[in-house]
């Protein structure tokens, strides 16, 4: 499933400037600089994962059939196999070995030899959340139909609450209009499925956004976990859907604490002029019962004076309560937002 995936994003320029999967050069460059061997900025390793018995079978041929649900979707023209130190390579992707992070977890259950060559998609993947899911080129048409010059994109992994609500009309002020684009790929246990975050932002668009500034589109990816790098890696995809700016919050992508709160931020200004979008760093928004409202650490004084009153609004808390069937303030999330979502037959990732 996630291989299937990858090689969709791969073949339709997702993750341009890579076209295949990473040889071992940009493997190594990737993991130690955050490039590919030639020097193009890409801070996470693409990789396509075999077993022993069946990498000796791509070794001997020269073109492979990729099947999904007995069903041939795909070829590969291996040019290269090979094995790397995953353990040496995962400390430096993740900053950890630490077994509890997700994206650590996934990468060291991968296979130990990994084959790079030449792709071909036959057939994309039909998933329930394909009918939401524009291709690089279709959301670049969208873009350019309404006009907009300057498009901001949202990266989402969660339901909409009131603090991305609030990021992303923040950043409507200062553009055209926004791509939100919620990450529907593999996602830890507990984490919301495509249906519900689908269905919370379809409630949202639909009764709290002026209808021509938001495109809605998922990325069916897998979500790394891998904080800071990955922010930089979600910025290139942004770019190549079309967008001209990109929103970095609080702790993006990252996972209980193994990341600074804004080393997002600091890693993804520092590649600005390179990655050719512009970085929108936001600072993390919470409810203050003072101010009565969403504000930043930028707009309310209360965080030091009075940390009491200041309630940060966090994907994992409200996921607790919906699981525990506890009321949710309505000051953190939308009502309307959390009965649809109480309605999904299954909500959470198993």
């Known amino acids: 499933n996630d291989q299937f995936l990858e090689v969709e994003k791969l073949c339709l320029g997702v993750f341009f400037p890579l076209k295949t999967f990473m040889n071992k050069k940009d493997f190594n460059a990737c993991v130690d600089n955050m490039r590919l061997a030639n020097g ?3 801070p996470i390793p693409i990789i396509f994962d075999l077993n022993k018995e069946t990498a000796k079978q791509f070794e001997s041929a020269s073109n492979v059939e990729l099947h999904y649900n007995s069903e041939h979707v795909a070829d590969i023209n291996p040019s290269e196999i090979y094995s790397v130190n ?30 790079t060559g030449d792709l071909t998609l036959h057939k994309r ?21 309404r006009g907009w010059k300057k498009t ?18 923040v950043a409507l002020e200062h553009v055209d209009g926004i791509l939100i684009q919620p990450l529907v790929g593999f996602k830890k246990t507990g984490d919301f499925t495509p249906q519900a975050v689908i269905a919370g932002y379809q409630e949202l668009i639909k009764n709290y ?29 942004r770019k190549n859907y079309g967008c001209s700016d990109f929103i970095i919050g609080r702790d993006h992508a990252g996972v209980g604490d193994f990341y600074d709160k804004y080393a997002a931020h600091q890693l993804a200004s520092s590649f600005e002029s390179e990655l050719g979008i512009r970085i929108m760093n936001l600072s993390g928004p919470y409810y203050c019962a003072i101010c009565d409202g969403i504000v930043t650490e930028k707009t309310c004084p209360h965080q030091i004076i009075s940390p009491a009153d200041c309630h940060d ?26 009965k649809i979502i109480r309605e999904i037959k299954e909500p959470f990732v198993k």
Do not use: W
Not at 105 to 114: G, K
Not at 125 to 145: D, G, H, N, V
Not at 153 to 165: K, L, S, V, Y
């Open 313 to 338: 609004i966090s994907g994992t808390d409200i996921r607790k309560s919906l699981i525990n069937g506890i009321d949710i303030n309505t000051k953190f999330i939308r009502e309307s937002v959390v």
């Open 86 to 115: 995953k353990k040496q390579a995962c400390q430096k992707i993740f900053g950890t070995l630490d077994s509890r992070h997700p994206g650590v977890s996934y990468f060291l259950r991968l296979n130990e030899f990994f084959v």
């Open 125 to 145: 993947p039909q998933f329930s959340f394909s009918k939401y899911e524009f291709t690089p080129i279709e959301a670049k048409e969208e873009i350019r139909k």
């Open 209 to 237: 956004y002026p209808d021509d500034k938001v495109i809605f589109t998922v990325l069916s990816t897998v979500m790394r976990y891998a904080g800071p790098r990955e922010a930089v890696f979600h910025a290139i995809i």
């Open 152 to 169: 901001v994109g949202f990266q989402t992994r969660n339901i909409p609450h009131r603090a991305h609500e609030y990021l992303q009309k």
């Open 40 to 42: 193009q900025l890409f």
